[in-house]
C-alpha cells in the first residue's frame, strides 16, 4: 500500500504525461518541479542534472520506463514511478529498490531507433546493476551528444512516436 501523497503524485504525473507531449515529468509535494521533452534517456538526465539532490524524494512520470531508466530512478532517490510502458526489467529494478511503480502496459523491450532491435542504452547496460555506474556510463554519452543511440518510442494507445529532439 502507498501512501495518499504518493497516489496523488502518481495521478498527477500520470495526467500530465497523458495530456502532454514530454517525456519525462517529476513532481514533488504536488508541485511539479520540471517537464522534458526528448528522446531516450536525455530527458530523465537532464532533469536529474538541472534538480540536482532537490529530485531526491520526488515521484517520476516517464513515458517509457527500461533499464537505464530504472537505474536512473534509483540513482536520483525517486520515491515513486509512473509509466504509460515498461519493461519487466525496469519494473523488477524498481521493486528490488523499494521504490513503488505504476504502469499501464508491460513491453518486451525498449526498440531502438529504426525499431529493428534493442535500444542501445539498453544493450550497454546489459550487465550492469549498480544506479551510480549506469548513471556514470549514461551522463558520459549524453555529455557527448551520442546522437546515434536514439530509441523510438511509439504510445500504445494513439500509436504515434512520442519522441523527439527538443529537451527543454
Known sequence: MVSDEIQAGLKLVRDILNTSDVSVVVVKNNQVLTKKKGAGIKPIIYA?????????????????LGKASSLLCRYAKIKAVYSPQA?????ALLIKGSIP?????IIPYVTNRDRSG????EKMLENITEPE???????KIIKTD???AQQAVIDPITSRDITGEDVS
Open 133 to 139: 555506474i549506469a548513471y556514470n556510463i549514461l551522463t
Open 48 to 64: 536529474i542534472e538541472e534538480l540536482g539532490e532537490n529530485i531526491h524524494e520526488s515521484i517520476l512520470g516517464d513515458r517509457i
Open 118 to 121: 534493442l535500444c542501445p542504452f
Open 101 to 105: 511503480v505504476q504502469v499501464d502496459h
Open 146 to 148: 551520442f546522437n546515434t
Open 87 to 91: 519493461t519487466k526489467t525496469a519494473i
